[in-house]
């Protein structure tokens, strides 16, 4: 593999599909037209090598380049210096969430969590057996979904001082809501970002852990990236296994055993994608584009769409609303889908709608939906 570039395929805007379908899955999600010409030469020939990159040896050079510049991307994304590691985790967040426990918990530690959506649950179940686990918000209402209010600076998240670490999810894709900032407290933070990874400026930084899955911004599935302090995964737990342990997984340059190549690969390209359209602060004003014209059609409808999404903590990126019954609910997700609008059903247990629009996402999409939405509230209001 030649030096870190960014194809100039890349610099274009997220383009129309070329089926005209318009996939507003929540995750595997959206991809751009580029990225995936890109993946589709390098399957047959990674690099000049001849070789495909699905059959490369993943201690082979051309692989270990490929998840250098993928390391490094996302280091200049992600703002983090050497202090940092950036670590390529087989699995998905699900899979993290439970060596997170294992990690830190499994020798008397108390992680707290706060309870913002369906993937917090999730994770707090992978901790519940590993350790303690305080759930320091509660933020699933059964008529609100809503996150800790920036303004009152933590006063309204309660965490013991001597817990190992605090857990959010950044991002709530079934709830539609999101942290407008990280939580303020003085414990270890640990945000799942698997959902808004790169969507807006964050700072990595002032976290000892990160994890974001592929599948949504970073593209496929079955890899994590975290980004973590070093300090801190080395205080990870020494009496699990080699496999569990984050520092282990470091120390061998994130081929402790045999990574998920393809899916490395993809989120170095998806990383790459993200850099040449300006990064997190040129790409969170598209996002806020698109979403705003949504929640714009649900606030403007006069009750015919509503959404239990707290209204400070809305999702800039996973628009959830309902009608006023499932019958109807299900009429628009036949008529959407014969429009060409794809994916649009809201999560189980959630229900109602849900308009999944990342980074690569295109604002076209968005207009579709919205006229989309005026016209069926048009005529059956």
Not at 163 to 179: H, K, S
């Amino acid at each position: 593999m030649s030096s870190p570039t960014i194809h100039t395929a890349f610099t274009t805007p997220p383009a129309t599909p070329r089926l005209g379908v318009y996939n507003f899955s929540a995750g595997p999600s959206h991809m751009p037209i580029e990225v995936i010409d890109q993946i589709r030469e390098e399957l047959l020939d990674l690099g000049e090598t001849g070789i495909g990159l699905i059959e490369h040896s993943h201690r082979g050079p051309a692989y270990m380049d490929a998840s250098a510049e993928a390391e490094a991307v996302i280091r200049r994304l992600a703002g983090v210096g050497d202090e940092h590691a950036v670590i390529f985790m087989p699995g998905g967040a699900t899979v993290n969430f439970a060596f997170l426990a294992l990690n830190f918990l499994s020798e008397g530690g108390t992680g707290v969590y706060l309870d913002t959506s369906v993937w917090a649950q999730k994770a707090i179940e992978e901790a519940k057996p590993v350790g303690k686990v305080h759930v320091g918000f509660n933020g699933r209402g059964a008529d609100e979904f809503s996150c800790p209010d920036p303004t009152k600076a933590g006063a309204d998240i309660d965490a013991p001082s001597d817990a190992a670490y605090l857990f959010y999810c950044a991002n709530n894709t079934g709830e539609g809501t999101w942290f407008t900032e990280p939580p303020r407290s003085d414990l270890p933070l640990i945000g799942d970002l698997t959902s808004d990874i790169f969507s807006r400026p964050w700072p990595f930084a002032d976290h000892a852990m990160t994890i974001a899955a592929g599948q949504k911004n970073l593209g496929a599935a079955g890899c994590s990236v975290i980004v973590a302090k070093r300090e801190f995964i080395e205080r990870g737990s020494k009496s699990i296994g080699p496999i569990l342990r984050f520092a282990d997984h470091e120390h061998a340059q994130s081929i402790l055993n045999t990574p998920p190549t393809f899916a490395v690969r993809v989120i170095g390209l998806m990383a790459e994608w993200t850099e040449a359209q300006g990064g997190p602060q040129a790409i969170a004003e598209r996002n806020r584009l698109k979403s705003s014209m949504i929640w714009k059609i649900v606030d403007q409808s006069g009750g015919f769409y509503r959404s239990r999404a707290s209204h400070p903590a809305r999702s800039g990126l996973n628009v959830t609303f309902q009608t006023a019954s499932s019958d109807l609910d299900a009429r628009f997700l036949t008529e959407a889908k014969a429009a060409g609008l794809e994916n649009l059903a809201g999560l189980a247990g959630v229900g109602g709608m849900r308009a999944s629009m990342y980074n690569a996402f295109p604002v076209r999409g968005a207009e579709i939906l919205a006229a989309f939405m005026t016209d069926f509230a048009t005529r059956n209001g």
